[in-house]
C-alpha cells in the first residue's frame, strides 16, 4: 500500500511532488488531454488560415512553381510550424503552465521528476515531438505525393512517410489510455500534465 493509503503500489508515475503549485498526482485524463487537444488546434487553425490567406494566392499566381519540394517544406516549417511550435513551449513555461486548451480543463504541464515548472527548453522539446515532428512528416509526405501524382508510381518512401503520419499521432493518442497517460513525448521530455488542485483552481480565480 502506498504513503496515500489507496492501495496501489507507487510508480515513478504515480507521485508528483506538489513542488507549491497546487497540483496532484499523474492520474490518467485521456478525455481531458483530447478535449484540451481539440481547443489548442482550434487555436493552431486560427494561424493556419492567416498564413493560407497569404499563401494560396501565391501558390494560384504561380509564385511557387519553382521551389522544390524541400524548399516548400522549409518555407512551411518557418511560416507555420515552427512558430505555433514555439507558441504552445512558451505558454507551457510561462506562468500559467499550460495551453488554452489545457486551461480549460484544469491541466498543467510540469518537471515530471520534482513538479516544479518545466523550462522553455523542456516545453520546446515536448511540442517539438508532439506538433513539429508529426506534422513535418504529414507536410513531406502530402509534398511527395503531389510530386508524383503524375507519374502514377508512388515510391516506397512516399508510402513510408504516409503511414508514419498517421502512426505517429495515433500512437500517441492510444498512449493517453495506458498505465497513467504519459505520452512518449512527455517521457522524453521529462515532462507530465497533471491536473490543478480545486484549491488551486479556486485560489486562482480569485
Not at 480549460?104 to 515531438?129: E, M, P, Y
Not at 517521457?187 to 490543478?196: E, K, M, N, Q
Amino acid at each position: 500500500m502506498d504513503e496515500r493509503g489507496t492501495g496501489r503500489p507507487k510508480t515513478s508515475d504515480d507521485i508528483v511532488p506538489d513542488g507549491g503549485l497546487g497540483v496532484g498526482p499523474v492520474v490518467r485524463a485521456p478525455l481531458s488531454r483530447i478535449v484540451a487537444w481539440v481547443v489548442d488546434w482550434g487555436c493552431i487553425l486560427v494561424w493556419v488560415a492567416i498564413t493560407a490567406a497569404v499563401g494560396v494566392p501565391l501558390f494560384l499566381a504561380g509564385v511557387t512553381d519553382a521551389l522544390g519540394t524541400v524548399t516548400l517544406n522549409l518555407v512551411a516549417a518557418a511560416v507555420v510550424i515552427l512558430p505555433v511550435t514555439f507558441w504552445l513551449a512558451r505558454l507551457e513555461s510561462g506562468a500559467r503552465q499550460a495551453t488554452p486548451g489545457k486551461r480549460l480543463r484544469g491541466l498543467v504541464v510540469v518537471t515530471a521528476a520534482d513538479g516544479s515548472r518545466a523550462g522553455f527548453g523542456r516545453a520546446l522539446l515536448r511540442n517539438t515531438l508532439k506538433i513539429a515532428v508529426p506534422w513535418l512528416i504529414g507536410h513531406a509526405a502530402v509534398y511527395a505525393i503531389v510530386e508524383t501524382g503524375d507519374s502514377g508510381a508512388v515510391p516506397i518512401g512516399v508510402w513510408v512517410l504516409t503511414g508514419a503520419s498517421y502512426v505517429l499521432p495515433i500512437g500517441y493518442l492510444a498512449s493517453l489510455f495506458v498505465g497513467t497517460g504519459r505520452t512518449p513525448y512527455d517521457r522524453l521530455s521529462g515532462t507530465a500534465v497533471i491536473g490543478r488542485t480545486r484549491s488551486a483552481m479556486t485560489g486562482a480565480a480569485a
